[in-house]
């Protein structure tokens, strides 16, 4: 029987972990990957952090990169296989949890080789669960690429020929820019032309000191202008969306509507020349492996702080769960100092 099982290896797992040794806890880390840090390394190759080297730290041990650095996948990757040598911290990696479900005798934690026990549970699965793509990818002929950007790494896997980008968030606009940059290929564009672009410097500053100094990343999610800021779209950090709309290979098609074999539709011309699609259309959460979860509105689980309807049953790292902050990598030490203090009082 262990004390607790932390289910995610990535940055809010190991920032509870890092919590539950100085407790003294019993407990492991459980990862469906087959290294620490393979979620951020499974991103596509140029990929780089919004923010820099100094906002990034987990509890107890400093990001070593130079004040002002964006650290790329594969530094973010190396921090944290440093982070769990520093601290000596028990993973289980190859272990993908199928079930949770609590009992008399507490948690059984099940995955494909075996079966774990434990007093409590802590999800650190993230935000990210399954890729979307919308119903219409099943009627694009099997000629065309699809890539979803969760398994899009860079320009190489591409065939030639126009190209298509669909979705306006951060990676929708990071991809399109890498694979527009030159001549060599039209690409379509796909999403909301009307996003927020913002830089990473202004005025000598970074964004996020910025944002630090307004308190942007510290408004909860109750407060009135937490929920205001909630409701906006995320804007787009660190890229130049005008300039990229601007290209002459880039053209914007507006929604997508509909496909038929090689002919793409959208809501007010087709196109047919389209070799390659990209769904930059983000993901769809996925805690139906929870028995008993009381789940809101959004398909994620409800809860307050982390604390959800299920006795000992906690989560940590959820888009919006205490503040906008929550999710990140820099903003997740928070939330598991809070937690860290419900689990101390319940001792």
């Not at 906006?232 to 660190?238: D, E, N």
């Not at 002919?263 to 028995?291: C, D, H, L, M, Q």
């Amino acid at each position: 029987m262990l004390d607790y099982i932390i289910i995610g290896g990535a940055q809010a797992g190991l920032s509870m972990a890092y919590h539950l040794k100085i407790l003294e806890k019993e407990f492991v880390v459980l990862d469906g990957e087959n290294e620490i840090g393979a979620s951020w390394l499974n991103r596509w190759d140029s990929l780089k952090l919004f923010t820099p080297t100094e906002y990034n730290h987990l509890p107890g041990f400093k990001f070593d990169a130079p004040k002002g650095h964006y650290p790329t996948k594969v530094e973010v990757s190396d921090y944290f296989k440093q982070y769990v040598e520093t601290f000596k911290i028990p993973v289980q990696l190859n272990t993908l949890v199928t079930s949770v479900r609590k009992t008399e005798k507490g948690f059984f934690v099940t995955y494909k080789d075996g079966e774990l026990l434990a007093e409590n549970v802590i999800v650190a699965t993230g935000p990210f669960h399954i890729p979307y793509t919308p119903p219409c990818n099943t009627k694009i002929a099997k000629s065309v690429l699809q890539l979803h950007s969760n398994y899009y790494k860079g320009v190489a896997q591409l065939q030639d020929g126009d190209a298509l980008v669909v979705g306006g968030g951060d990676s929708g606009y990071q991809i399109l820019n890498e694979i527009s940059k030159g001549a060599s290929r039209t690409v379509y564009f796909s999403g909301d032309t009307n996003v927020r672009s913002l830089p990473q410097q202004i005025l000598g500053k970074t964004l996020w000191w910025w944002f630090t100094l307004v308190g942007f990343l510290s408004f909860t999610k109750y407060s009135w202008i937490g929920k205001k800021i909630s409701n906006f779209s995320q804007p787009v950090i660190g890229t130049d969306v005008k300039e990229i709309l601007s290209r002459e290979n880039v053209i914007i098609k507006g929604r997508t509507k509909d496909a038929l074999q090689e002919v793409i539709i959208f809501e007010k011309s087709k196109v047919s020349t389209i070799k390659n699609v990209i769904w930059a259309t983000g993901y769809r959460p996925n805690f139906k492996w929870i028995e008993g979860l009381e789940l809101d509105e959004n398909s994620y689980p409800k809860n307050y702080r982390g604390v959800s309807n299920i006795d000992g049953l906690y989560f940590i790292g959820l888009p919006w769960m205490y503040t906008r902050g929550s999710a990140t990598l820099g903003g997740v030490s928070k939330d598991a100092s809070y937690l860290t203090d419900i689990i101390s009082s319940q001792d």
